[in-house]
Structure formats: C-alpha cells, structure tokens
C-alpha cells in the first residue's frame, strides 16, 4: 500500500534550468511533506519541509508547493546546479505518529553542464 | 559534530541466520527510528525508539526486534533472515520529547545481503 507515489524514476535537467520534481499521496491524514536528498554511499539528508495548512514554502533555490485538493506536491529547483544530482525522495507524516515517515521510491536528478 | 552513526557498513549472512545492526544518535537526540530500505524502493519504517521503549511500530514481523540504551543509542535484531530481508537499514534520529514536528537525521546505513 504505497501511500507516497513518485512516478517519475528519473529526471534530467540542463545546469540552469528549472527542475520540477513530483509527489502524490493518498492518505488525506497527513500533517507534514518532506523532501530529502540522497547521494549514493550516504543517508538521506533533509532539504525542505511543508506543513499540510500551507501551500507553499521557499528556501533558497527550493521551493515546494503543496495542493491539497489534488493530494499532490512538488519541489522547484530554481536553478538547478550539478552538485544538486542524486535521489529525492519525498516524504510525509501524520501529526500523531511523528517520526514515522512514509516515503515514495525516489527520482533521480541528474543535472548535465 | 557527529551525526548518525551505524556500524557495520556491510555484512554478508546467510539464510536463517541472525544480526544486529547498531546506531549512535546525533548529540542531543534522544529518539532512534529505523527503516529498511529495499532496492529501488523508498525508506520502509520498521519501529521507533523513545526511552528505551518501543513507540511505534511499522508492518514488519516479530523477527525484528529492537533495543535502545540509557544513552539513547540503538540495535536492530533480525532473526530467521530472509532472502527478502536483503536492504539498506536505515538509522535516524530525532528530538522526542518536543512532541512537535521535527525533522530526522539519518545514518548512512548497513548494507545487508543475505545469500
């Protein structure tokens, strides 16, 4: 029961340009969507949060939109640098069990010069 | 500052047999939550450590089990393993006793094949 779906296996991007990376979720339940980063030989590292009563959130050249109604977010690279290759993987918790993070299977960003 | 650490890096079983996994928490962390990570797949939660007590717990079966010490670091049993049980065990760690949301920091894992 996949309650995170990512369904692009893959994304490539021109260093610059903007990369769009897509989430979808079906549990209506949950509170808070992450996104963490992955680069190969080490543990996901956190890069951005939203909670479920916004709609977007910014950091830096990141940002994430949340649309509720369509249970589905995404995060915006803006631009994209090829130090920002590696799996993303989006996340996603209910308030009540904290910690535990339900996860899609990742896309693998590629950004080439 | 030391983050999250897991030991070992890789190990090699065969089926049926047993394992641990050990995790040191970032400083000043006092939760432990462990995933597996199976190839292709996202991070899976297994369970969830706070006060050397079992908070949470994700569909895994009673073949996996934990501990967490005073210190607040952690160790993953896997009994009878399995072929399938193959993955990348995952470490994180996070503050408790907020009971707000606060993001985990994660290890960078055992690697475990069974043959």
């Known amino acids: 029961d996949q309650q995170v779906k990512q369904n692009s296996p893959s994304l490539s991007v021109q260093e610059g340009r903007i990369s769009i990376l897509n989430c979808d979720y079906t549990n209506s339940m949950f509170d808070y969507f992450l996104w963490y980063k992955k680069y190969p030989a080490e543990g996901p590292t956190f890069l951005i949060s939203?909670?479920?009563?916004?709609d977007k959130n910014e950091d830096g050249r990141f940002t994430v939109f949340l649309n509720k109604s369509a249970k589905h977010l995404s995060l915006h690279i803006v631009p994209s640098q090829p130090g920002d290759s590696a799996v993303y993987f989006c996340a996603a918790e209910r308030g009540s069990t904290l910690g535990r993070l339900y996860f899609g299977r990742g896309t693998q960003l590629t950004v080439w010069p | 500052d030391a983050g999250v650490t897991q030991s070992p890096t890789h190990l090699i079983k065969t089926r049926g047999q047993q394992v641990t996994l050990r995790c040191s928490p970032k400083s000043g962390h006092d939760t432990v939550s462990w995933y597996q990570q199976a190839l292709g797949q996202g991070p899976q939660f297994i369970f969830q450590y706070y006060e050397e007590e079992e908070r949470q717990r994700g569909n895994f079966p009673d073949r996996f089990s934990g501990h967490q010490f005073p210190n607040y670091s952690s160790e993953l049993n896997v009994n009878a393993l399995l072929l399938g049980d193959s993955a990348l065990y995952l470490c994180?760690?996070?503050?408790?006793?907020?009971?707000?949301?606060?993001?985990?920091?994660f290890g960078a894992g055992s690697r475990l094949t069974v043959l």
């Open positions: 994180a760690s996070s503050l408790g006793t907020t009971g707000l949301f606060n993001v985990l920091t």
């Open positions: 939203i909670s479920s009563i916004k």
